[in-house]
Structure formats: structure tokens, C-alpha cells
């Protein structure tokens, strides 16, 4: 199977189980495939995005951390108190051998997390809110876990926030006064070598 092949299987999972089957297959070779045939930069981009609003001594939830990639870009800019929440132990595995985690968990993105209200300072999300993965629904769980006052600092697909119900969760949260909109990129490619169709955009938003 190709990477990119291996990219659209990913995708095509008919539901969590299956999801977290075919990261756990693919864990020990993500990071090798996402840098090498794909050029992912999602995990930079968006880490410097957080990195303009949230102190580097803030408790982060690293939601959908797989195997530890935007923990590695916060851990570089400083960040040391983060926690890896992902549906797939055999990623958690990987992240672990990185020594850059508090605490890692498995837990599912859509479902009720086990952290208490009002736990993070800051929630960073990359490469969840894309085709065949997390439901826009999972947003209510992230603002609840993080305090007010606290960020929560995403990468979206921009077919995924037109299509899959993010514009009106998005927005229905800010009409209902539980976050503002801070900030959001431009539109740019994450995936440039193996995906150059595909764009995000980075979303920055202040719980209330």
C-alpha cells in the first residue's frame, strides 16, 4: 500500500473502531510517511499560532495527538505541561517514546472525555477535523474542558468546515456567548507533496 493510499484507507473507516485499527497499524510508520511523501506542516503551523496566545507554563490538551507530532513543535517553543488525548493506543505508543507528555489518554473525539470541567488552560487540535474523523459535535467537550479565558487552537480542512457541519457548530457557539473567534490563517496547504488539493485553515478561539 502507498502512502497515499494508506492516507485515503485512513480516511474511508467506517467508524471509530475501525478508525483506531488502521492508526494503530500505521502508527510506526506515521511520522516517516506524513514527512517524507507528504511535507505535513500543519503541526508547525498551528503550534505558532498557539504560541501567539497561550504562556508556554499552560496546561495543554494535545486532543487527537497521535503519535506526538504538534507536541514535539510546542515542546521546541517551550511548552512542557501538555497531556496526549487520541482513539489509538498503538499512537499513544509512539508518543510516549517521545518523553514529552504529562499524561496520555485514550479517548475518543465525539464521545464524553474523562477530564473534569474547566481542567486545560488551552486544547490544540490537528489533522481531527478532517474527512472520516471527528464529528463537529466534539467541540462541545473541548470547550468545556478548558477554562474561561482559555484557547482552543485548531487546524480544519476548508471542504470539512463548509461540509461536515463546522460553520454552524462554529458559529452557534459564538452566538451562544461560550467562545469568541481570535483569529484565523489564511487558507494554505498542509499536505503539499502528497495532498496539494487539500487546504485548512488554522482557527483560534478565547472560551468565554
Not at 504529562?102 to 486545560?120: C, P, S
Not at 487540535?125 to 467541540?139: K, L, R
Request: aromatic share 10%.
Amino acid at each position: 500500500m502507498t502512502q497515499n493510499d494508506r492516507v485515503q484507507w485512513v480516511y474511508s473507516s467506517q467508524n471509530e473502531q475501525e478508525l483506531e485499527e488502521r492508526y494503530d497499524q500505521w502508527a510506526e510508520e506515521y511520522d516517516a510517511d506524513l514527512e517524507s511523501d507528504y511535507g505535513w506542516i500543519s503541526p508547525q503551523r498551528t503550534s505558532e499560532f498557539l504560541a501567539k496566545h497561550v504562556a508556554t507554563d499552560a496546561s495543554i490538551l494535545d486532543a487527537g495527538a497521535g503519535t506526538g507530532l504538534v507536541g514535539e513543535c510546542l515542546h521546541q517553543l517551550g511548552f512542557r505541561n501538555m497531556t496526549a488525548m487520541d482513539l489509538s493506543q498503538g499512537m499513544l505508543e509512539v508518543a510516549r517514546r517521545k518523553n514529552i507528555y504529562q499524561g496520555l489518554d485514550q479517548m475518543t473525539m465525539g464521545e464524553e472525555l474523562g477530564y473534569a470541567t474547566d481542567q486545560f488552560d488551552a486544547s490544540v487540535i490537528v489533522g481531527v477535523f478532517t474527512q472520516g474523523h471527528a464529528p463537529a459535535s466534539s467541540i462541545d467537550e473541548l470547550v468545556r474542558v478548558v477554562r474561561s479565558g482559555g484557547h482552543i487552537v485548531f487546524s480544519l480542512r476548508t471542504d470539512t468546515y463548509l461540509e461536515n457541519g463546522f460553520k454552524d457548530k462554529l458559529e452557534s457557539l459564538e452566538s451562544a456567548g461560550l467562545w469568541k473567534l481570535v483569529e484565523v490563517s489564511d487558507a494554505y496547504y498542509p499536505l503539499p507533496k502528497g495532498e496539494p488539493e487539500v487546504m485548512h485553515q488554522v482557527w483560534v478561539f478565547q472560551v468565554s
